[in-house]
């Protein structure tokens, strides 16, 4: 009995080494909100995530100076607090030996999350964190994948600019960081732009009644608003502008439609726009990597579900890490870092480029954001169509809504 | 600006008699056995979420489904008193608090891995029933839901002062050892008033989620307007409660054209220390001089 | 409370030897995973032994004990971030600037008793909360982001990460040393007499008011300064992290399970519930279901074991009650 | 077999670890007034707690219409006909007289007799009937212990306890209640008297139990309790 033992014991020893040699393996970690009040954004963000690792597996893993690097994903889940964000970052480096790390969703988890990747000297790939301020703080390690938050309502007003330069905005947005940031970058633009801001009202992130704001954009004269803030307020406040017949001509809310769920209101969803880091229709014709239409069809097939740019944001952060990685020829932090601050590239995402000063490191500059319109098929279905830019559209932005809701 | 504030007045009223219902929950089970019941806001998400599974898998009319979650709210809640409260009623207000967080924990938990906290929502519409005004409208579901809370409300007064059941659970409230010596059994008393407490609770939630999109964490947020409402009412007194949710969804409808709504709960909150440390027998009562 | 009566009592060497050991073993192994691990548990600590100041004591149930530590945390932060001041005096300063507004609040709410009063703490908290998320000059809804700069001036983020975390573990010493203090004070004893009876203490002329906006007031130093050097480890301070209810009465839970009243009880049960929680949320099996398996843990407690550990271990050896306190 | 109505035997009870009663064995008689005396302290509350079931009795038996009832709850026994009307009244004061009297009638034993039971009282106590609809907490003390005892008539008690009818309350008043209960018991109710005024209850009662300590002291026809010297002494300052 006790040879048989022995026999098998010899096997492994002879076999394991081996497969170490034939096959290495990094590993990224990360945390993500597998509850609380993040964990709608956060989930789709893993599912991208998780889909990049499975192709890169599949591909039989990344090259870089000869070897071949199999991809583990380790992550926990941090509550959508950043209680133990700190925590789970220093066990995933120290104990977990994660090469790279991923940001958690949110711009706060994320600065939480810096002090620790930054203290290791980890490259942190950032991608849910849209705030600029987590990137001008004095960081070397982080590399943003969206268009910072204050950019969000741009294409928004230039939408609103070419067709109506006289509208009344109302700029109606959630009391959180994210949101505030969309909106104050907003109504800076809104200035330069010489369009003219009528309200600007701010609302708690746990607001479900929106009478009172309603009624005030009513009496404000607004015919056009922009702002929102994740998804819990933005369908609620599309669902009772639509309830309360609201008459605007356009809106657009941040996040919130770009959810796929976001169809689900029905009627109240048609129409309402949203400026989308990336959405599943665009063109861009990518340098590495797959094209924005197979990323489409991988995760449908995956996930039974459309990918939103929460999903896209995951699976672009891998492939960038990946392509830099390629580059760099080498695992090693140094190297990589340098690949991804000379990073200028168009991938199914779109176009990445990194900040390198010191003021602002990591900070997205490369891409660029559409506005999303969800617009009733010939099928009678709702479908989110590209409106803005035009360069980028594949459908005519419907304005104003006041007939369209007929 | 005249109409403004004209149809925030509405709005608070409509959305004040949903706040009030919920509050009647709480605020009967505070006044019947003096607990604060911490597991209220996750009934209240449970009542949104048996709407929704009312309405999908079974099919049947949002309206119609108040009836099956005020009963299952009732069982539940029965049976959540057996098992949780019961041991710790008459002990430390820290035990009961303690105990009905527990539950509102595991509540959350399961809703959380069922659910997970993305945002569900159920398609409900009346237009027929909708007002328009110069722009204003007033939603037909809000009103349905608002007469309905009304409805529910009234039937918990009738039941609560016209009812044998409903005496026994106002003396077992006044005085629970002179109840028991009336022959009432008060153990049961409290059970049947803690599921009461639940179901209405859980129908609140029902009439919410006709309005707004909901998660399983919503509950938490009706859970501190409730606190509101019973000290605007009076801690213990479900007729208050009505009163104290109207009041409310008032001064949420009147403040908001004046200043930004971002500071609507800061006023709210304020006020409610501030009443709770001057007219701890809340703003209502104190009217009629009960301590 | 002369000192040399401190120094008799074992439960004061038990605390020396915890803190030594908090901050000793980190420090020799420099084993940051456990630094990471222990900070937590410090902190969890500071929370729980000084709401133990008010529940264990007075039997006063405060809900809002978190305000304390997110307003001490945002003040520091404001004065290190905007101010441009050193980590040390930000601490001062947020110490002493809560504790007056806990002495002004208390003389107030305190009025309240029961679940008013429990109900009021809550009412602090989320008011607090909603005005700092509209308050500007703190940031309001976008918190404040500390930059990695103010790390510079304490000699680089790795150096100032550690002086952060030993003098949490300080804190978290102070805190257990001035829970024993006041228990074996004549404060100690009005506050135990308001406890079980109120009125009673009144007429045998315990000054009831003053002493509980003392504590009050008192519970509320130790938690703002850690309030300050956590949020400024952690970089980044935001209204929802500062003032999340639901650590508030995790920190009541803490208490419980480790026995109210008691000192090295409830750093046991703080320590204990901090390491379940991470246990929960790293085990593979349970991460999905951790709320349901404290929810339940907790009611069994509450249910079975109301007097928490201490209560349990004093049961079957009635000895130990004099040795660890 | 005795024909006692309610009957103790060796009581034993108290609360927590403290103990009160030591053994105490008491015998009600069917349409007798039986008083139980003894200064305060002595363990009469302890006794009618422990009799009713608000407390749970150590050791030995409570037995009422001969059936052993020691275990049943204090709900139970008054469904069997075994009602007290608590010291301090106890009444439910947010609630209108009728209501009360509502749930003094509670029973499914005395809900078929409510509106004769309700006729009964109102001819006892003609006040409550003027005022019917005022709340119980904003009575006077003797309105308060009028209504009640009207309250534990309206359960159809067997047997009615009464503890400190008189305390807080005036000479006159106090005289004029126990002329109602001289009035209910040749009406032929069996009642059980609690004072601290031993010279009323001993001159009205049948029989009489002195408690003192936890113990019985002594018993009795209630005229040679009163003459006891020892009674006398201790408790009548005589």
Excluded at chain 4, 146 to 154: E, F, I, P
């Amino acid at each position: 009995m006790y040879k048989m033992f022995a026999g098998v014991l010899l096997a492994l020893g002879v076999i394991l080494p081996g497969m170490a040699l034939a096959q290495k393996t990094i590993t990224i970690g990360f945390t993500t909100s597998e509850t609380g009040k993040l964990n709608a954004d956060a989930a789709p963000q893993l599912r991208g995530f998780e889909l990049w690792r499975d192709q890169v597996n599949a591909d039989g893993g990344i090259k870089a100076g000869g070897t071949q690097y199999k991809v583990a994903l380790k992550h926990y889940d941090d509550q959508s607090s950043a209680g133990r964000v700190q925590q789970l970052y220093t066990r995933l480096i120290l104990q977990d030996n994660a090469d790279f790390l991923f940001s958690p969703y949110s711009s706060g988890l994320t600065s939480t999350a810096a002090v620790v990747s930054e203290q290791f000297g980890k490259i942190m790939i950032t991608t849910g964190a849209a705030e600029g301020k987590t990137y001008k703080l004095g960081n070397r390690y982080l590399f943003q994948m969206y268009t910072p938050a204050d950019e969000y309502l741009t294409s928004a007003l230039q939408a609103i600019k070419s067709k109506d330069p006289n509208a009344k905005i109302a700029l109606v947005y959630s009391n959180d960081g994210f949101s505030k940031g969309a909106a104050d970058g907003a109504a800076k633009a809104a200035k330069s732009m010489g369009l003219n801001v009528v309200l600007t009202e701010s609302y708690a992130p746990n607001t479900t009644d929106f009478g009172p704001v309603i009624n005030k954009i009513v009496s404000s004269g607004a015919n056009v608003l922009i702002g929102g803030g994740h998804y819990a307020d933005g369908s609620t406040l599309a669902r009772q502008l639509y309830d309360k017949k609201s008459n605007l001509e356009f809106i657009s809310l941040l996040v919130a439609p770009d959810i796929p769920k976001f169809a689900s209101l029905g009627k109240a969803a048609r129409g309402v726009t949203v400026p989308s880091q990336w959405e599943p229709t665009v063109a861009y014709k990518p340098d590495f990597g797959p094209t924005p239409e197979q990323f489409r069809e991988m995760f449908q097939k995956k996930y039974n579900t459309l990918p939103g740019y929460h999903a896209a944001g995951g699976y672009a952060a891998g492939l960038v890490l990946q392509h830099a990685i390629e580059q760099a020829g080498s695992i090693k932090t140094p190297a990589v870092a340098k690949a991804l601050n000379a990073m200028d590239a168009t991938t199914a995402y779109g176009h990445i480029k990194f900040a390198d000063g010191k003021q602002d490191h990591g900070l997205q500059v490369g891409h660029d954001m559409v506005l999303a319109q969800w617009q009733k098929g010939d099928d009678g279905k709702l479908h989110s169509k590209v409106v803005w830019p035009k360069s980028a559209a594949n459908a005519k932005l419907v304005f104003p809504l006041t007939t369209y809701h007929q | 600006m005249i109409f403004d504030l004209t149809a925030s007045v509405i709005n608070g009223v409509l959305v004040g008699a949903i706040y009030g219902l919920a509050a009647i929950g709480l605020t009967l089970i505070f006044g019947v056995m003096n607990v604060i019941n911490l597991m209220h806001g996750a009934t209240i998400a449970l009542g949104m979420f048996s709407l929704y599974l009312l309405t999908t898998a079974v099919g049947l009319n949002p309206y119609l489904a108040i009836v099956p979650v005020l009963l299952g709210g009732f069982v539940f809640g029965v049976l959540v008193y057996w098992i949780a409260v019961h041991r710790v009623i008459g002990s430390s207000d820290l035990m009961t608090l303690l105990a009905t967080f527990a539950v509102n924990m595991i509540i959350i938990g399961v809703g959380t891995a069922v659910w997970t906290t993305s945002p569900y929502n159920v398609d409900v519409s009346v237009p027929q029933l909708a007002i328009s005004m110069h722009g204003y409208t007033i939603p037909g579901t809000q009103i349905v839901a608002a007469v309905l809370a009304v409805i529910l409300a009234t039937l918990l007064y009738g039941l609560l002062y016209h009812t044998r059941l409903g005496k026994a659970i106002r003396a077992v409230a006044n005085n629970r050892a002179a109840a028991e010596l009336m022959g009432i059994n008060t153990r049961w008393v409290l059970a049947i008033s803690f599921g009461i407490g639940i179901a209405v609770a859980a129908g609140a939630g029902v009439l919410i989620a006709t309005l707004f999109p909901f998660t399983i964490l919503s509950g938490a947020n009706y859970e501190l307007k409730s606190f509101v409402v019973v000290v605007l009412g009076g801690l213990g007194d479900p007729a208050g409660a009505m009163l104290g949710g109207i009041v409310l969804g008032l001064i949420e409808g009147v403040t908001a054209p004046f200043v930004n709504v971002s500071w609507t709960p800061v006023i709210e909150f304020t006020l409610f220390v501030i009443i709770l440390v001057l007219f701890p027998a809340g703003l209502l009562a104190f009217k009629w001089g009960r301590k | 409370m002369g000192s040399q009566v401190i120094l008799k009592r074992p439960t004061f060497w038990i605390i020396l030897l915890a803190t030594l050991a908090f901050a000793l073993v980190p420090a020799l192994t420099g084993n940051l995973e456990l630094r990471e691990n222990l900070l937590l548990g410090a902190v969890y600590i500071i929370l729980a032994s000084n709401l133990n100041l008010m529940i264990g004591y007075t039997a006063y149930v405060n809900f809002g004990n978190i305000a304390f530590f997110g307003l001490g945390g945002y003040i520091g932060l404001y004065v290190v971030n905007v101010l441009g001041w050193s980590l040390w005096p930000a601490c001062l300063i947020a110490g002493v600037v809560v504790s007056l507004l806990a002495f002004i609040l208390g003389t107030g709410i305190l009025r309240l008793r029961g679940a008013y009063f429990a109900l009021a703490t809550i009412g602090v908290n989320e008011a607090v909360k909603a005005f700092v998320t509209n308050f500007e000059p703190f940031g309001g809804a976008s918190g404040m982001y500390l930059s990695f700069s103010s790390f510079n001036a304490l000699g680089g983020a790795r150096h100032a990460l550690w002086l952060a975390y030993f003098a949490i573990v300080v804190l978290m010493g102070l805190s257990l040393w001035l829970s024993l203090a006041i228990k074996n004070s004549r404060f100690g004893l009005g506050l135990f007499a308001i406890r079980e009876d109120e009125d009673a203490a009144m007429v045998l002329g315990v000054r009831t008011p003053r002493y509980k906006s003392l504590v009050y007031a008192i519970s509320a130093f130790i938690p703002a300064v850690a309030g300050t050097l956590f949020f400024f480890k952690n970089g980044v301070i935001l209204p929802d992290q500062a003032f999340d209810l639901t650590l508030s009465i995790e920190a009541i839970v803490m208490l419980m399970l480790g026995g109210q009243g008691t000192v090295i009880g409830v750093a046991l049960g703080a320590f204990a519930y901090e390491q379940l929680r991470g246990f929960l949320l790293v085990s593979s099996t349970f991460s999905q279901f951790q709320l349901v398996v404290a929810g339940v843990l907790l009611l069994l407690i509450v249910l079975f074991l109301p007097e928490g550990f201490m209560g349990w271990v004093y049961r079957h050896l009635p000895r130990l009650r004099r040795v660890i306190e | 077999m005795s024909e006692a109505l309610l009957e103790l035997e060796d009581v034993v009870s108290g609360y927590d670890e403290l103990q009160v009663l030591w053994g105490v064995s008491v015998a009600v008689m069917p349409k007798r007034l039986t008083t139980l005396v003894g200064a305060n302290g002595a363990g009469k509350t302890t006794l009618l707690r422990a009799a009713l079931g608000s407390i749970r009795v150590w050791s030995g038996r409570v037995r009422f219409e001969g059936e052993d009832v020691t275990r049943l709850s204090a709900y139970q026994k008054a469904a069997r006909g075994l009602v007290l009307v608590p010291e301090g009244r106890q009444l439910f004061n947010d609630m209108t007289v009728e209501e009360n009297l509502e749930l003094g009638a509670y029973t499914a034993r005395a809900r078929p007799d409510y509106a004769a039971n309700l006729e009964r009282v109102f001819t006892y106590f003609p006040r409550l009937k003027e005022r019917r609809k005022q709340k119980a907490g904003t009575f006077s003390g003797g309105e308060q212990q009028m209504l009640a005892v009207a309250r534990g008539l309206m359960a159809s008690p067997k047997v009615l306890i009464i503890d400190e009818l008189s305390l807080g309350l005036s000479p006159l008043l106090t005289q004029q209640l126990f002329g109602t209960l001289a009035d209910l018991k040749n009406d032929g109710l069996t009642l059980v008297l609690v004072e601290q005024n031993l010279h009323l209850a001993l001159a009205l009662s049948d029989y009489a139990y002195v408690l003192a300590e936890g113990r019985l002291h002594s018993e009795g026809p209630s005229r040679e309790v009163a003459n006891d010297p020892d009674v006398r002494k201790a408790y009548m300052g005589m």
